[in-house]
């Protein structure tokens, strides 16, 4: 019987609670509000702490089999996790092309903020991950996006340039330079580099981070209550019960593979999240049809949540149990 006690203290977390303040804050239709600029410079933030702290404990650690086994593990997910959802939304709803493929996609990448948030819980029941988790973080945010493209198929992937502005936002955006280039900071440096900016990507982090869930709160629950109704009953099952498909098999595939607990929690947890950051801004230009009261609006009004709520802990709990 999994013991949830220690995992459902995550709920008290500061950071969470402050995204429940924002959640009930756009519920009680307060003016409340971070600038665009502000949430977009807290984003990039979280992300060079989180690439760079991971930088620095690869180093330590040492990019050894543990790190390959679970980058490839990562890699496979992503890349395969989009062709399933696919498949289960043929069956289940009815949506135009580009839509279902943008929904496969988000299903299929990962949320930065998830894993902050499962990094967090991780340290407070007292389990450590490796730092190149961090790697596997950035490395899972892209395949799932081109398997989509691909499956897509549309008129504008065929025009090269098109394709190329596609394949440039996927490989080059923001997210992905600051995950993958902080890391490799962080790995140059390693110890010496971390002491100087304990401060920066220490303390101030925890407080960044509550401050940009307080936003994520807000934005959830206005895309809720704006783009609720185009959510049909298939939809939001299918947004909390397919991270529990994809979570199920990262752990199964993980204890085939003998990772530690620790990374096989934080692949778990990564495998049961879904972008609402990276897929948009690729299916803004690869799929500009594609509806983003659907495909943003359950990633990050239900899925989330669900994560935060339960999600997390539930991921946690397992892997634990079945680890000893």
């Not at 402050?18 to 665009?36: T, Y």
């Not at 950051?277 to 949540?305: C, N």
Request: charged share 10%.
């Amino acid at each position: 019987m999994l013991d949830l006690s220690a995992s459902l203290s995550l709920l008290t977390s500061p950071a969470i609670l402050f995204f429940f303040i924002g959640a009930l804050a756009a519920l009680a239709r307060s003016d409340l509000a971070v600038p665009e600029p502000v949430a977009k410079a807290l984003s990039l933030y979280l992300m060079l702490c989180i690439g760079f702290k991971g930088g620095v404990e690869a180093r330590a650690a040492g990019l050894d089999g543990d790190f390959l086994t679970a980058a490839a593990l990562g890699l496979g997910l992503s890349a395969t996790m989009p062709l399933l959802a696919i498949l289960v939304l043929r069956r289940m709803i009815r949506l135009d092309r580009p839509t279902l493929c943008a929904l496969a996609a988000t299903y299929g990448s990962v949320s930065v903020v998830t894993f902050a948030a499962g990094q967090q819980h991780l340290a407070a029941i007292g389990l450590t991950a490796g730092g190149y988790m961090a790697a596997v973080l950035a490395l899972m945010e892209t395949p799932a996006i081109l398997t989509a493209l691909i499956v897509l198929n549309g008129a504008g992937w065929r025009e090269p340039g098109r394709r190329r502005a596609i394949l440039r936002e996927v490989f080059v955006g923001a997210a992905t330079v600051m995950l993958l280039g902080s890391f490799i900071v962080g790995l140059i440096s390693g110890q010496e580099g971390l002491s100087r900016l304990d401060v920066f990507v220490g303390p101030l982090f925890h407080g960044a981070l509550c401050f940009f869930l307080l936003d994520i709160g807000l934005t959830a629950a206005r895309r809720l209550m704006e783009g609720g109704r185009k959510l049909s009953p298939g939809i939001i099952g299918f947004a909390v019960v397919f991270p529990l498909v994809s979570a199920a098999l990262a752990l199964g595939l993980s204890r085939l593979a003998g990772l530690e607990v620790g990374d096989a929690a934080l692949l778990t947890i990564l495998a049961g999240s879904a972008s609402y950051i990276a897929v948009p801004a690729a299916m803004r230009l690869a799929a500009p049809e594609a509806d983003p009261g659907v495909f943003v609006t359950a990633a990050l009004a239900i899925t989330f949540p669900f994560n935060l709520i339960a999600g997390i802990a539930l991921y946690t709990a397992a892997t634990t149990w079945i680890w000893t």
